[in-house]
């Protein structure tokens, strides 16, 4: 069964830390990029970072650059998003993406507040 799923989300105060996981299942994992994306309450669903099929390279959206780090392990075919510094702006539903097949996870949801 192909599916992508998220774990980790949870509340924390601003300046807190989180890490996400997504185990991946179904497809070859090794070889597809992978991404994270999130959307905030009313808004669409906002590009956050990638990482390419054997982790060299990272990429990452303005807004989180120097405080989340994407990871990949592919002999447990999962991918993390480590969250440090956040900010009542970081709060949404983050969705794991497998690029290549276009798989979307459940989602799991952060909040940022005091």
């Known amino acids: 069964q192909v599916q992508l799923v998220e774990s980790g989300g949870g509340s924390v105060q601003p300046g807190g830390s989180l890490r996400l996981s997504c185990a991946a299942s179904?497809?070859?994992?090794?070889?597809?990029?992978m991404s994270w994306y999130r959307q905030a309450p009313g808004k669409g669903r906002e590009w956050v970072a990638t990482?390419?099929?054997?982790?060299?390279?990272?990429i990452y959206a303005d807004s989180v650059k120097g405080r989340f780090t994407i990871s990949r392990d592919n002999a447990e075919r999962t991918v993390s998003l480590q969250m440090n510094d956040l900010k009542p702006d970081d709060t949404a539903i983050y969705y794991c993406?497998?690029?290549?097949?276009?798989?979307w996870g459940q989602g799991t949801q952060v909040s940022v507040s005091f």
């Open positions: 993406f497998a690029v290549d097949g276009s798989i």
């Open positions: 179904g497809f070859t994992f090794s070889e597809t990029l």
């Open positions: 990482i390419d099929d054997s982790g060299g390279t990272r």
